[in-house]
């Protein structure tokens, strides 16, 4: 073993050092909390990755699987990969608002991914800009006619058009949006 060391210096460092935090994160850092009455942080994955490193790095790298013992690896793959997939992929098949500003959605279109982006010149700063991205669009009744939004992937509208008829709206609306439409509300 202390051959190993030895001849490996740079890895039992990074080893040793992924063992302290993983035993300082998960042993010692409970204790004083629940000693003190007070809430410590730890880093998650710190321990894993220099673990995970130092074995890649020696000629024996399928003991990288050590990494594991830093439990919020395997939790990050188990439980808050698929969360985020869930959460995102709810928000974009979610239905759209029966109403927006107080006024009746017509129509709007299915998720396509993107259909344009907008560049919005910032107040304090004109020369810069912030895109936003235009993910669905719907077509409201209003007292005046209807109006075409641009609408981001959490219904907030990014752009609004004003047109006389539905079909002015559809015609108008950007080209990926044909054959998308959704009728409602009639």
């Known amino acids: 073993m202390t051959e190993f060391i030895k001849n490996n ?16 994160f998960y042993v010692v ?3 004083i909390s629940k000693k003190t009455g007070k809430h410590f942080s730890s880093v998650p994955f710190l321990g894993g990755i220099l673990i995970a ?36 992929k709810d928000s974009y098949n979610r239905d759209i608002p029966a109403f927006i500003d107080g006024c009746k959605v017509v129509a709007y279109t299915s998720y396509y991914n993107r259909y344009y982006d907008i560049k919005i010149p910032l107040e304090d700063d004109p020369e810069s800009f912030k895109v936003c991205p235009v993910e669905r ?21 990014v752009k609004r058009e004003q047109f006389h008829t539905i079909n002015e709206c559809k015609n108008n609306a950007a080209p990926k949006a044909q054959g998308r439409w959704i009728d409602v509300n009639r």
């Open 29 to 31: 850092m409970p204790l």
């Open 137 to 157: 669009l719907a077509i409201l009744q209003t007292e005046t006619g209807f109006d075409l939004l641009g609408l981001d992937y959490q219904f907030n509208i």
């Open 53 to 88: 490193a130092g074995f890649l790095l020696s000629p024996i790298k399928w003991m990288a699987v050590f990494a594991l013992l830093d439990l919020s690896i395997p939790l990050f793959f188990i439980k808050f990969i698929p969360d985020l997939i869930m959460n995102k």
């Open 9 to 24: 210096l740079l890895c039992s460092i990074l080893i040793g050092a992924g063992l302290f935090f993983v035993i300082v």
